[in-house]
């Protein structure tokens, strides 16, 4: 079966600081996989989608980015954090982007920036 | 611990019925929820939301009650149209922005 991975759960970074979120999805291959932000008081909003090696997708131009080194491992950067950064970050995957799917999601990792 | 419980379907109806995907949480404390919408080839979409007890949220003709008597947040729509078929995510969140998410409902609707 297939499952998802994220971590850290918890962070806590000042202003400026980099940040380093890692996302990976065993038992599948070639997933579509995505990150999205909830920020308080806001709805899920997609940041980035992949579907494939180095392919990505960026739906919000802000201070974050995002890489995918291998098939199952999707990783959410940023070179110096801002307060408006903070949120709860979810990694989800897929198994096509291009027919009728359903997203998974992993646990998310809550980020706050001080 | 929190949770979101749906049926998974895939439900399949024809156009013009009546839809009703069920919904119940789990949850310490007064919650936020949500049902989020995942058309084919796209990222999540939030059609809907309620912040406390007996709010009602609506869009693009579904409707949900937020009943804390029964922890659920069922969503409705009186006629489903062939484009309204999707998958259908009921959320949870709290003031610490974590979101937790049922696992989806797939949405048929023939024409």
């Known amino acids: 079966s297939q499952t998802i991975h994220q971590w850290p759960a918890t962070l806590v970074q000042p202003v400026g600081s980099p940040l380093s979120l890692e996302c990976t999805v065993e038992g599948t291959s070639n997933p579509n996989l995505y990150w999205y932000r909830q920020a308080a008081g806001r709805g899920l909003q997609l940041l980035f989608y992949?579907?494939?090696?180095?392919?990505i997708s960026s739906e919000v131009p802000q201070n974050l980015s995002a890489s995918r080194p291998q098939d199952r491992q999707f990783i959410l950067s940023s070179k110096k954090l801002l307060l408006s950064d903070s949120g709860f970050y979810l990694c989800?995957?897929?198994?096509?982007?291009?027919?009728?799917?359903?997203?998974?999601f992993g646990p998310g990792t809550r980020l706050t920036v001080t | 611990g929190d949770s979101v419980t749906q049926m998974e379907g895939p439900v399949t109806l024809s156009e013009e019925a009546f839809l009703t995907i069920n919904c119940t949480y789990t949850?310490?404390?007064?919650?936020?929820l949500f049902w989020y919408v995942q058309y084919p080839g796209e990222g999540l979409q939030l059609l809907l939301k309620a912040t406390k007890a007996d709010d009602k949220g609506s869009n693009k003709g579904f409707e949900a009650t937020y009943r804390k008597e029964t922890t659920s947040f069922h969503l409705e729509k009186g006629s489903v149209q062939v484009s309204d078929s999707a998958v259908y995510f009921c959320?949870?969140?709290?003031?610490?922005?974590?979101?937790?998410f049922g696992k989806g409902t797939r949405l048929h609707i023939l024409p």
């Open positions: 959320a949870l969140t709290f003031r610490d922005d974590k979101i937790i």
């Open positions: 949850a310490t404390g007064y919650p936020s």
């Open positions: 992949s579907v494939g090696i180095g392919q």
């Open positions: 989800a995957w897929a198994p096509s982007r291009m027919t009728t799917f359903k997203q998974y």
